[in-house]
């Protein structure tokens, strides 16, 4: 069955915030939502949190869950608000443990800093199974860009995180504590074995220069034909040299400080 999915594009974080829901049950999911900051002045904004608090309460739907499909590194979650104003569990993957303990030690958080993920509700595991109402849903361990990206498949669409990019763009990078290429590769494997016609809604589109607007849904069939860096036909070796080397020219991202900081503890 087919989720009903809306977008909400945070353009200065480049990020695609999803709010999946069953028009049988009005029950629903938000998927990895944007919490304003801006870094110069240290100022917070709600703004595109309560659109789409705004959205959901004029939909009429019960929000079950509030799904991160990693610890973002580009902006900070609004998902403890969210959770605040309009319910649900929070929940992420089980290898957030690995990226609280590498960057426990990085950030020196200390040891009131808890690293075994009990800031979410719930940790998923790979191939663990839950409903958004009617709609049946499964946790993927997708890891790779961090160790504890998942993709989350519900009913026809797949939600991917930073693991792909829009077919002109490609892949996520693989520089940071704990990311591999290989693995990565593997993991993108994994996503390109679902049907062809699975939707795919990604986390982020920053606009080729070749292409005026901004894109953020696919499927499995144009990644799998057309991905400029994975498409079929590319091994696991030629993706692993095009990636490091690419991953080498690549600057910080601008928030990855307050980011990770803010997102290893559940926002």
Request: charged share 25%; with cysteine; hydrophobic share 35%.
């Amino acid at each position: 069955r087919a989720p009903h999915v809306k977008a909400f594009f945070h353009e200065p974080t480049f990020t695609a915030t999803y709010v999946v829901s069953d028009d049988q049950t009005k029950r629903a999911a938000i998927i990895d939502s944007v919490w304003d900051f801006d870094q110069p002045s240290g100022r917070t904004s709600l703004e595109a949190a309560d659109e789409i608090i705004d959205y959901v309460r004029e939909a009429g739907l019960t929000v079950d869950w509030i799904l991160e499909t990693h610890a973002h590194a580009d902006h900070l979650s609004a998902a403890p608000y969210l959770q605040e104003k309009l319910g649900g569990k929070l929940a992420i993957g089980e290898h957030i443990r690995t990226v609280q303990d590498t960057f426990g030690k990085t950030f020196n958080a200390g040891s009131d800093f808890a690293r075994d993920g009990s800031q979410f509700d719930h940790l998923f595991q790979d191939g663990e199974t839950y409903r958004v109402g009617n709609l049946q849903a499964r946790a993927l361990h997708t890891p790779g860009h961090t160790p504890a990206c998942m993709s989350h498949v519900i009913g026809d669409a797949v939600f991917v995180g930073d693991t792909l990019f829009m077919p002109d763009y490609g892949t996520a990078r693989c520089d940071f504590p704990g990311g591999d290429a290989r693995t990565l590769y593997r993991s993108i494997q994994t996503l390109m074995a679902l049907p062809d016609a699975t939707r795919m809604f990604l986390c982020h589109d920053y606009l080729p220069d070749d292409r005026d607007h901004f894109i953020w849904e696919t499927t499995v069939g144009e990644q799998r034909l057309h991905n400029i860096h994975v498409h079929d036909g590319i091994s696991e070796t030629e993706f692993v040299t095009m990636r490091e080397t690419r991953d080498a020219t690549l600057d910080m991202p601008r928030l990855i400080l307050p980011s990770v900081q803010v997102n290893m503890r559940a926002g």
